[in-house]
């Protein structure tokens, strides 16, 4: 099989590239982080789903459900973070 060069341009490679005068980006917490996971899979998943990808929809979904795992257990009060 092979392998197709990615049209996508990497985060790191943008924000290198970026101007001294901006803002600079603070980095994400764990609960952010998952929260924008969980909110991209959903997406991601009806795309899939929509387009009759069944696998792919089915382990976006799971992404989706980990994430939403990761979320409460983050946002516990209670939770031991390791």
Do not use: Q
């Amino acid at each position: 099989m092979k392998h197709k060069e990615s049209k996508l341009v990497a985060l790191e490679s943008i924000a290198s590239e970026s101007d001294d005068d901006e803002i600079p980006i603070r980095p994400m917490s764990p609960l952010e982080a998952a929260s924008f996971i969980e909110g991209m899979a959903a997406e991601l998943r009806i795309m899939a789903r929509n387009t009759k990808l069944g696998t792919l929809s089915y382990f976006l979904e799971m992404a989706r459900i980990e994430a939403s795992a990761e979320i409460e257990r983050l946002a516990s009060p209670s939770s031991e973070r390791h």
